[in-house]
């Protein structure tokens, strides 16, 4: 049993069969490093600038259970910054921000389909009649469209992506429109869900890619308190207006 | 009370005052957001280089409690990716990779001191005479040198750094040798402090920098624990080495 | 909105509805306000016995991907000795020590059921077809018995409970053993999930007993620790035995 | 190296040199188990009757950082009920619920003092002069006193407890009344810490007693959370008070 991805000797550092100091410190940057480490293998220039696109986007969304977490747990140990930044990450999961694994299992499953139509009108049709929401589509807030996608879309494109799985995502939401009979968005879980399939992400991991970004924005959320707390204020509001009661007799 | 760190209205997102879409994704990669998020102000681009190179350096050390943690949760949760990363990180603490707080901290304290040499005297007697160990000083593995910091203070050099806070790091390590008569290398955690400081980082959130690099590095230890499970092997070893006995009478 | 748990003014505190300093403390131990708060009523004495029964089976297992994990931690945050126990509490998760619920859920299913036999061939069938582990069935190691379930079993006849859900599983253990042919132990899973339905605890919460339980058995490790360090043998350890090698060209 | 926790072979399992089975299910409950593994002995009945009403005064204060964190961690992993109550029990730290250890120190330094008298002269004066909070004294909202001391208190003393830490606690809360000339209340915390003192928990692992019985508490808020959600609406609260702005130029 052997482990890939780092170890060392007195006098040098290898991460995946590369010296740190002499060749990666200085010369890669940390989403270079990063894919280096997670996939095996150094990123193409162009799948670089890919996942970068992704991780800024997911990096913050202001007030979400990360950040509410994440400021909370560190007014009570704030001499570690730590506990606050992985107590919020544990909020990165099944129904927020960790959400990237439902619309990359959809495009991983579509791809190798001969019939791209046919498989979009089959998978549409059955969440559809399963009362199921669509991964990767509609938002509560952004209306009519999300606007990241387009966005990330072109960045793929001028970054020289394949584009395979954006084409089959976007032809799932013209399916999605028809079958609907209104609009739904692309939203940014979707169009993250099929750049970082088209960098060659595992599925099984892309909801570290999530926790990567999330674990930079909420070490800006406890700066950010550091400087103008917030926690003290968000326990009083919440004592306020959920009060205690007995409970009914 | 605000936020001034991210929001966003139907239409579009904000990042700090930027919109997220048209001026960020795309045009400025991870690590300038992240600083543009945590310290309030996009970088220089030397600042980012010096940046990118303290995250790569902290990414991964092989076998740390930090990996051990991250592999044997992801084990008990393996559809929780977030609870595996997150576990570990709870381990960048007071005695692991989230260390460069103390050495920060001296350097923040002699930087404003007209007599450099008197206070590096004065502290590392200090140090000595209570035996405390110097923090940012010795490594008990890379000996004589740690390889890791002279490539960090020529990357901070040609990315144009002042390196004031650089340079009193290796006052210091001039005078630690004089001290203690014998020669102590600087190690990673004192290089990074200094770097850290150089570009502006503030103290009390340095540790966040460890927790993001790691972050990346637990991503691929789950990604390689999916690949070749150890977690199991791990568990067999420690049951065998440490077996279970009923206490003396 | 409002929340009947606990609440407080300047000269009394409540729980539920009764006043903590006149009716609780020392009036009521632990295991019974444990009750109390998760169901909302004071146990009768004979649930109060069972849950006892429970907490105590569920508390430590020795060597465990919780208990590695909490030593692993607190030797890396010795200042917090809620980091280790949170850190280790994060693997009782969906393979070990959080596993209640499979069972409880197909015994919840059951008990609503006319024609018991019939639901308990078709249970066994199916999950014999699927090829799936029966929940609350088997033991790698405690063979042919698991000695818990019996001690359990009579634990729960003495304090009086019904008895339904009991005998629903011994049921099920027939069948098994008739449809597998071959004998499969009950397991503790598997009586703990039914001594739990027994005394009215939810499913949903049911994972909060072990959570509960197991938070006791990591002091213990903790404690175990501070007198007698474990951490950094298993890490010398698994560096030993899972090397790093440069991967494959 | 051997682990005295616990331990099995196929045919038992053993905690501290007892057969779990035989000697402990059913026959001992959770409170003298816990106590059994984490101090290494089982305790006389009036230990276990301290015990439980320790671990029942700490069970929950209502909203709290553990419990806002708990139920926006498990409205985000709702499959995954340990994750918000692991989460929660980080907030135990150095500010809240975590804080006996204070307070304990303090008490196991002056019981070996012969003038005691002289002793909290001293250490009041001290923390006067610091400015420093006297730890297990005053609180924001339990005025002129905390109505759980004496109720501990009596319990200690029909427990048949020495009382050598209890006094000494009341002597130093009668220095405190007059060195600062005005009442200060010993608060549940001071209380809390002088009990544990007396039935011999060590001071290491104190804060172990706040997790565990804090657990109990978050599994209650987590059931109640199921019924009767929260978390979105403190969600929607926090965004509503706390907006985002875009920052001063």
């Known amino acids: 049993m052997k482990t890939h991805l780092a170890g ?21 940057g940390f989403t270079e490093v ?11 220039p162009g799948q670089t600038r890919v996942l970068d696109a992704c991780l800024v986007t997911l990096m913050d969304h202001g007030w979400t259970p990360t950040s509410m977490i994440a400021r909370l747990a560190y007014d009570s140990a704030p001499s570690q910054v730590q506990v606050g ?18 619309c990359a299992r959809l495009l991983a499953e579509g791809i190798a389909k001969e019939d791209k139509a046919a498989w979009c009108q089959e998978v549409v049709q059955a969440h559809r009649a399963a009362k199921k929401p669509m991964p990767g589509f509609g938002h509560p807030f952004h209306k009519p469209d999300d606007p990241r996608p387009p966005r990330l879309f072109r960045v793929a494109q001028e970054a020289g992506m394949k584009g395979d799985y954006i084409a089959l995502l976007q ?12 609009h739904l968005t692309i939203n940014a879980t979707g169009a993250l869900a099929a750049l970082l399939l088209e960098i060659g992400m ?10 990567v970004s999330r674990s930079a924005g909420l070490t800006a959320h406890i700066a950010e308190e550091q400087q103008n707390p917030t926690a003290r204020h ?16």
Chains 1, 2, 3, 4 share one sequence.
């Not at 032809?171 to 209104?182: E, H, K, N, S």
Request: proline letters at 6%.
């Open 8 to 28: 060392s000797d007195a006098a040098s550092i290898r991460f995946r069969g590369r010296d740190l100091v002499e060749e990666l410190i200085g010369k890669h």
């Open 34 to 44: 990063f894919y280096l480490l997670a996939v095996g293998r150094m990123p193409e």
């Open 202 to 211: 595992p599925l099984a991991i892309m909801r570290g890619v999530s926790v």
């Open 234 to 249: 968000i326990w009083k509001l919440v004592e306020e207006e959920i009060p205690y009661e007995d409970p009914p007799a």
């Open 85 to 102: 930044i992985a107590a919020g990450l544990l909020a990165v999961g099944d129904v927020f921000a960790g959400t990237m694994d439902g």
């Open 171 to 182: 032809q799932l939401g013209r399916t999605v429109d028809a079958v609907y009979g209104r």
